[in-house]
């Protein structure tokens, strides 16, 4: 795609993806976690906002390796 | 930085390959790109666990509704009110058999029922009606027995009430009445 990026520059960018789908995923565990705690103690008000949030996270995250799989090696 | 014979390739040191010792001019790492692709491959499998996160959400949501008509209750008549001693307790099992309930009385006209299951690890609570509490013995909680929440002990949750009604001396549960704080 960019054949004018060097390759430090390639590895910069795919540092800074790695670094989004790290606290993207992060952001997913902790979504889990508080919505099964909810979930556990009666409370099912939170869980479809909860599933729409990590289903956003998960496109997110897919968007994120598109471009990058799009990146020269 | 990159050899004539070997285009793209570095060697750690940064040295051209001909100033390679042997061993590794036969066997030519090139670590940037080696790092580029392990970095490249964590991503990946990092957005691979994404998904599935996703899908358990999404999981939870779908059992939560196909439970939701399951969890409707039914009345049930626990016991006759003259047969439930003031300041005194009774079990019973409700909405299922295999949910073991307790009915207390602390006066003649207060009627309170509590799930048995504590809220941290579901061992049975007991009744201690005249220190106005429930005790669960496997990890030291204890509840308030007038709102069942915890004031001790590891558990967060409150107790589960169950929703009582009065039919001409009867009393019947009607209702799980489960909260989250």
């Not at chain 1, 789908?21 to 099912?44: E, I, P, S, Y």
Request: aromatic share 8%; with cysteine; proline share 8%.
């Amino acid at each position: 795609m960019n054949r004018s990026l060097t390759r430090e520059q390639t590895t910069t960018i795919l540092q800074g993806i790695l670094c989004l789908v790290l606290f993207v995923v992060l952001l997913q565990v902790w979504l889990l976690t508080a919505t099964m705690n909810a979930w556990m103690g009666g409370d099912d008000s939170v869980l479809w906002p909860a599933a729409a949030a990590s289903a956003v996270c998960a496109f997110l995250n897919f968007g994120l390796l598109r471009y990058l799989n799009r990146l020269a090696v | 930085m990159n050899d004539a014979a070997n285009p793209g390739t570095v060697a750690p040191n940064g040295l051209p390959m001909n100033e390679q010792p042997a061993w590794r001019r036969d066997f030519p790492i090139d670590w940037p790109q080696d790092h580029f692709v392990a970095r490249r491959d964590f991503t990946r499998f990092l957005v691979l666990t994404s998904l599935p996160f996703a899908l358990v959400q999404v999981a939870v949501g779908v059992l939560n509704w196909m439970r939701r008509d399951r969890r409707k209750p039914t009345s049930k008549p626990i016991a006759a009110l003259a047969d439930i001693p003031i300041g005194g307790a009774t079990t019973f099992c409700y909405p299922e058999k295999h949910d073991p309930c307790l009915l207390l009385r602390p006066d003649e006209n207060t009627l309170m029922a509590y799930s048995q299951k504590c809220t941290h690890l579901g061992c049975a609570v007991t009744p201690n009606v005249d220190k106005n509490c429930l005790y669960c013995p496997c990890h030291k909680g204890f509840f308030a027995a007038d709102t069942g929440r915890p004031v001790s002990g590891p558990a967060r949750r409150p107790l589960p009430r169950i929703l009582l009604e009065n039919r001409d001396g009867v009393v019947h549960a009607v209702g799980v009445e489960v909260n989250a704080t």
